[in-house]
């Protein structure tokens, strides 16, 4: 998380501070200032009273000035500069006035001054380095105008003191300006972190509503689906029925049928089986909503049921002029697998080649027996569907756009649930699409 500060904020937040610390400062010193004429009732009571006028003056003077400053939003360094010139006139007077053997006293009560001035104020230490200039400028006035003592005493009573608690507390604001100003840039930070954070949630929060809604919506079509399925199930169980019973009754007059007829009611026969066994795969829900689909094995030749998906497709092929090669085993090779929807996965893959295929094309139907494994595959030398599109009809579950107008609606429903059937059963589906045309390969471990 990145988190800038401008110049303007920054500043802000530093005047803030400021106002702090000097509001601190300011409301000190008009609690307390007046106060100080108790020290003068001790050690100068010739002087108490006009001193204690003066300090309530001046504390008068400060507070005006304060509300002045503080409504007019001027700069707080010389509302402090002012105070503090007040306090030093007033402090450096008394020194240059009282007698020698207070010197000490109000030296020590003007160094407390200056001392808990610069550990209050909050400004550049540079103000603190003027002020105790002015300080000592304004002690040596009034000791050259007022005073009646020497030098030595002036120093020696007190002044030394107080030079040395002046000087060094010059150096305090320094440290203070410079932990000030660090805190108030983490304070920036932490707060418009903060507020970052806040944000964030307030998308996440969002965005969780938005998924809320859509996994509703999504319940909601499943529950859909699955009355659909329910309904169009029963219904097509009733069709599937009414083909089933004729067909029987069609056998029924099987001494009038010639060999073609028996064989197309084969064919129709074994058809309307592997619907039904499909769709009561189909209408078991629990089974559907399962991580695994379970199917029925058996031992079976699969070469045969190879032959059978071919011969079921050959005037299919023929409606499109589309010549299919026919080079299946006639060795049996048996596997154990389910045999309703081994069939499925080459009818799937055959139906859906010859319908992307072109007109007057050939496609091979290959079988053979590789290193103990069962092998089925097309080959189609025409033009080449494309990569991407089968990835997407063999994955995605997507239909792929007509490139052509005369390339027929190309919907890989039926791709996706052949390499989906292949790979449930333990097989392997494969598939490529270039310059030399379509390939597909389907591979199933064989009994020995």
Known sequence: MFVQINKEEFLKEISKKAWFQTNNVIWAIIFLFWTFSIVDFIYAKDIFEQFLIIRIIITLVIYILFNFFHDKKYNYRILLHIAFLLLSATSALLCAIVHAQDLNIYFLLYAAIVLFFNLQVFWEPINSIIQTLISILLLALFFNLFSDYTIDTFISNGGQYFFVIAVISCLIPNARHKVITREVHQQILIEKSNEQLKAQNRDISEKNNIIDMQYERLRKLDEQKNSFINIAGHDLKNLIGSIIMSNNMVKEEEDRLSQDQ?????????????????????????????????????????????????????????????????????????????????????????????????????????????????????????????????????????????????????????????????QEMGGELSYRSDENGNYFRVEFNVIN
């Open 262 to 422: 028996k064989e197309f009611i084969g064919y129709i026969s074994q058809s309307a089986e592997k619907m039904q066994y499909m769709l009561n795969k189909l209408m078991d829900v629990r089974e559907i909503e399962s991580p695994e689909m379970k199917f029925n094995l058996e031992i079976f030749d699969i070469n045969a049921e190879v032959q059978h998906v071919y011969r079921g497709l050959v005037e299919t092929a023929q409606m499109k002029n589309i010549h299919l090669i026919d080079n299946i085993l006639k060795l049996p090779l048996n596997v154990k697998l389910d045999r309703v929807f081994t069939g499925q996965i080459f009818q799937n893959l055959l139906s859906n080649i010859i319908k992307f295929s072109q007109t007057n094309n050939s496609i091979k139907v290959v079988t053979s027996l590789q290193r103990q494994r069962f092998i089925f595959e097309i080959i189609d030398e025409g033009i080449a569907i494309g990569q991407e599109e089968l990835d997407m009809m063999f994955n995605k579950l997507k239909t792929l756009n007509d490139a052509s107008g005369n390339i027929e609606s190309r919907l890989g429903l039926g791709l996706s649930i052949a390499k989906l059937m292949s």
